[in-house]
């Protein structure tokens, strides 16, 4: 790293120096001597460190993922969108939404439509309260994925037209912290319907995903502890969400000798899997109760 | 509670003038739309960029599928020409990462489609805003705009 910043600072001055050396006639020495006293600060470490930010990935993209995978519908295991308006709290609220996004793009991925409706009412009615609603009145949106809800590649344009009104809208109002916690539950819940809906025949692809998703939990935890948003409310569920990747970063077999995963190839053992999933459920049960 | 009012109109209308400063996003988001095809929308993301006198390095992690292909289009506006974007696949702090992929400077808009073998989890994009002489400062963004492959 700090080779990179040597390096960049050398390009960067060199090319200060020529365009300065033309126009100002600024002498050479007083070039160098700001050069070397820039590089001295970095090998101090007085250079401020990298700005980091995430990105994470939508439920819309998890439940593609899972669906390639080969990962079925499996009737009654989604959230129950009754619950939406009993949901108090910012971040309860935002959490929850992030679980009935990942349930309403499994329902629209597995062509189950009644369910899909009422999932999208759920999700539109807790778009309001966290501040999101204007996302579902945009362009009619919210009336064009209502009246094509039969039709599967309409149905996933508007989807995919929704997630990126959400990234533009988060954007414009600085809103990461929320679109953390509420990636927060999309992440639960997708690997909650993961772990629920794999059978003998999709175990191998589907246990792949799961650990692929782990490995982004990382991120989660990450962007969720880059905020300064208060979680006192929800600390149980960062507790279990570092408790699962605490359990994850454990299983050395999955790992080559530098610690690198090779996700097209992992394998994971019943028991790991058995007690992740089982991990997940108790997480799931955690948000979404009333 | 004239005074709530009054404090969130100049809170609620500085953000978008903060955020539209040096920085028109909505049109260098329509140009990179245009050069998405035939991928669907993955991420957006505008980085501000404020180069002043000393050097910043911006890192944004992007987790990946393994086996999904990806189309990465950045587009600086009217930042110099020597912010430069870079791809690689572990954090600036990691000893002994590697660069995927760098773009050409001068270039306001870079189009990337990522080979499979660098779709591995995640990347790490790199901002690298060298100081600006004299004291002075340039502010504008930078829109990540990304699709891929259902």
Redesign the interface.
């Given at each position: 790293?700090k080779k990179?910043?040597s390096v960049?600072?050398l390009?960067?001055f060199t090319?200060?120096f020529y365009a300065?050396g033309e126009s100002t006639g600024e002498s050479n020495e007083n070039l160098k001597d700001k050069l070397q006293q820039?590089m001295l600060m970095e090998e101090s470490g007085e250079?401020?460190?990298?700005?980091?930010?995430?990105?994470?990935?939508s439920a819309l993209?998890i439940g593609?993922?899972f669906k390639r995978s080969g990962l079925g519908y499996m009737e009654g295991i989604t959230a129950n969108p009754e619950n939406a308006s009993k949901y108090v709290g910012k971040n309860t609220q935002l959490l929850n939404f992030g679980v009935f996004s990942a349930d309403l793009a499994y329902t629209i991925l597995n062509s189950q439509s009644q369910n899909s409706k009422s999932l999208l009412v759920a999700v539109k009615e807790l778009s309001e309260g966290i501040g999101f609603g204007s996302v579902f009145n945009q362009n009619g949106l919210y009336d064009r994925f209502e009246s094509n809800l039969g039709n599967q590649d309409s149905i996933?344009n508007l989807l995919?037209?929704i997630?990126?009104n959400t990234?533009?809208f988060v954007?414009?109002?600085?809103l990461r912290a929320e679109t953390y916690v509420i990636f927060g539950g999309a992440w639960v819940e997708g690997m909650y319907l993961g772990s629920k809906a794999f059978n003998k025949e999709n175990k191998a692809k589907i246990s792949k995903r799961l650990v692929?998703q782990l490995?982004?939990l990382g991120?989660l935890i990450s962007a969720l502890e880059s905020t300064d948003r208060n979680m006192e409310d929800i600390s149980e569920v960062m507790t279990g969400l570092k408790g699962i990747y605490d359990y994850f970063n454990q299983i050395d077999y999955i790992r080559d000798e530098n610690g690198?995963?090779?996700?097209?190839k992992v394998v994971i053992e019943d028991k790991e899997l058995d007690e992740i999933s089982s991990k997940i459920a108790e997480l799931r049960t955690l948000i979404t109760e009333v | 509670m004239r005074k709530l009012l009054i404090l969130s109109l100049l809170l609620f209308g500085s953000i978008p003038a903060l955020f539209a400063q040096g920085c028109d996003w909505e049109a260098m988001k329509s140009e990179s739309q245009d050069k998405l095809k035939p991928f669907k929308y993955y991420a957006f993301k505008v980085s501000k960029i404020i180069a002043e006198e000393d050097p910043l390095l911006k890192e944004l992690q992007i987790p990946l599928f393994h086996d999904a292909e990806y189309r990465f289009i950045f587009h600086k506006g009217e930042l110099p020409d020597d912010v430069k974007v870079e791809i690689w696949n572990a954090p600036a702090n990691f000893p002994g990462r590697k660069l995927l992929f760098s773009a050409d400077a001068g270039q306001k808009v870079i189009v990337y489609d990522p080979p499979e073998a660098h779709v591995n989890n995640r990347i790490f994009i790199n901002y690298l805003v060298p100081s600006i002489e004299d004291g002075g400062s340039t502010s504008g963004c930078i829109v990540f705009y990304s699709g891929f492959k259902h």
């Open positions: 790293m990179l910043l960049f600072l390009i960067a090319f200060a300065c820039e250079l401020p460190e990298p700005e980091h930010s995430f990105y994470l990935p993209q593609t993922i996933l995919v037209e997630q990126e990234d533009v954007s414009e109002n600085d692929e490995n982004i991120n690198s995963i090779d996700f097209a | -």
